[in-house]
């Protein structure tokens, strides 16, 4: 859950994408630099000289921006990334659905935790997919919301299902 928010979870994600689009942006005004100046220099200004210059100007930029990064939440929320990658190793020794070597994307390749993926993708990631059965899908309606927003406290209802 979000810190001081009733209605928000964070994700472990949200750190390792902070970290490459902070890391993307350094790397671009490094870069950007040192070849603005030895071409501005036409040659005058050294290539140590430069670097030296591109470095002090990245450091001077996203140092605050590293200083503010709190050691103990990038921990946790790594670990939580962690905790959730072995319980779907562990998972997957009992069902043995998800394909060899494909963990590392389930867990990190997608934008978001509630990224929908379609029936081809699936297939990819996972040895079994099939399509919902039509009886399946009345039970989905039937619930309405309560089979796709989740609950703070669960709500139990009984469905009469097929004339049973």
Do not use: C
């Not at 390792?16 to 902070?22: K, N, T």
């Not at 890391?23 to 140590?48: C, P, Q």
């Amino acid at each position: 859950m979000k810190q001081d928010s009733l209605v928000g979870l964070e994700s472990g994600l949200n750190i390792s994408e902070a970290f490459a689009a902070i890391k993307e942006r350094a790397r671009d005004t490094y870069r950007s630099v040192f070849i603005e100046l030895i071409g501005i220099s036409k040659g005058v200004i050294s290539i140590h000289t430069a670097t030296h210059a591109a470095s002090e100007l990245v450091s001077s930029l996203y140092g605050p921006i590293f200083g503010r990064i709190d050691p103990e939440e990038v921990g946790s929320r790594s670990r939580a990334m962690r905790i959730g990658e072995d319980y779907t190793k562990r998972l997957n020794q009992k069902w043995k659905n998800l394909r060899e070597a494909k963990l590392v994307n389930l867990s990190t390749l997608y934008p978001s935790h509630g990224f929908v993926i379609d029936a081809d993708e699936a297939a990819v990631l996972f040895e079994r997919v099939r399509m919902t059965s039509k009886e399946e899908m009345e039970l989905v309606e039937a619930q309405g919301d309560l089979a796709r927003l989740p609950r703070a406290k669960p709500e139990f209802r009984y469905l009469e299902f097929g004339g049973q």
